[in-house]
């Protein structure tokens, strides 16, 4: 079972790195008709509450992001938000997650970000102006601890897309199925120490760039 394991993490890995190679990057001048949302963000932190279940104490991440709508126009928004380990393991924002953890995070950011809402409580739509800018934490339960390096991707900050052929998945044709790619921030961090020991994990900011995923 362990081998078949390692086999498939593998070949996960070779599917991953050939749609990243084959990935175009982001339009340098946007078109007329595509848009990004001004964003700012804090660096991932953690939170550790109390549970009434087995394992007592239970640990989550999470980040504060600030969107701005300058584009001129009102948007449709419909984001993703998932965080990858160096060990190839994906966690989407807000699984496992209760309201009761937001909460908490509001609670603990009440003066910087009295406004503060959930990722899946902001709806789908981003009106035009500083106005009406948003702050919206993104939530993720805890991850491998044998994570050495995660990568955030926030998916949903703009309407820029992009098709290639997938690397291995064909048709019943043969031909290569379409994959289809959106406009991404990606943050990438390294754990200072050992990894493991959560309680002292911290994490060190390596960069943001705009890729296609």
Known sequence: MMRSFVYGTSALAVVI???????????????PSQWTIDTVFTHPQQIVLQSSGPDRLKRFWYTIITLTNNTN?????????????????????????SPAVFGHIKRRHQSRYPFLEPLEGIGNKLLQGEDNTKDVVIIWPDFDTQAKN??????????????????????????????FLRKTLELS?????????????NLAYKGKRWIMR
């Open 73 to 97: 126009r009102d948007v449709e928004f419909y984001p993703k938000c998932d965080l990858m380990t160096d060990t190839f393991r994906i966690t989407p924002a807000g699984k496992g997650v």
């Open 17 to 31: 790195a050939c749609v990243c190679l084959a990935a175009p990057e982001p339009a340098i001048v946007p078109g």
């Open 150 to 179: 995660i990568k955030v991707f926030i998916t949903g900050l703009s309407n820029e897309t992009a098709a290639i052929d997938h690397p291995v998945a064909k048709d019943k044709t043969g031909r290569p199925l379409k994959v």
């Open 189 to 201: 961090y390294a754990f200072r120490g050992d990894p493991s020991l959560r309680s002292d994990a």
